[in-house]
């Protein structure tokens, strides 16, 4: 099994910068990708980004040039910068672990995004 633990939310004012942390442990060698996602209050569930074992990264077209994901494989950690957050940013950040099947592995228990005008 894995077990994903996030860290790093917060209060933030609009153009502040904040730095999401998903540590994995367990089976984290069946652990193809991780991602980032965000519910936002009344709002579905949606990806922000997500960086496989290889690598590649994908973003949503909302955080492009503002976020950056990235690994930290001795840690096997995966962390999200966030710069220049807008308001719309606020929200439930959760990170979630992929196999090679891209079946979910597990969610973490989310951390709070909140950014002030």
């Known amino acids: 099994q894995v077990q994903l633990v996030e860290s790093g939310g917060g209060l933030v004012q609009a153009g502040g910068s904040l730095r999401l942390s998903c540590a994995a442990s367990?089976?984290?060698?069946?652990?193809?990708?991780i991602g980032w996602y965000r519910q936002a209050p009344g709002k579905q569930r949606e990806m922000v980004a997500s960086i496989n074992k290889g690598g590649s990264v994908n973003y949503a077209e909302s955080t492009k040039g503002r976020f950056t994901i990235s690994r930290d494989n001795t840690k096997n950690t995966v962390y999200l910068q966030m710069n220049s957050l807008k308001p719309e940013d606020t929200a439930v950040y959760y990170c979630n672990a992929r196999n090679i099947w891209t079946d979910s592995l597990a969610w973490g228990q989310g951390t709070q995004v909140t950014v002030s005008s």
């Open positions: 367990g089976s984290t060698s069946s652990i193809a990708a």
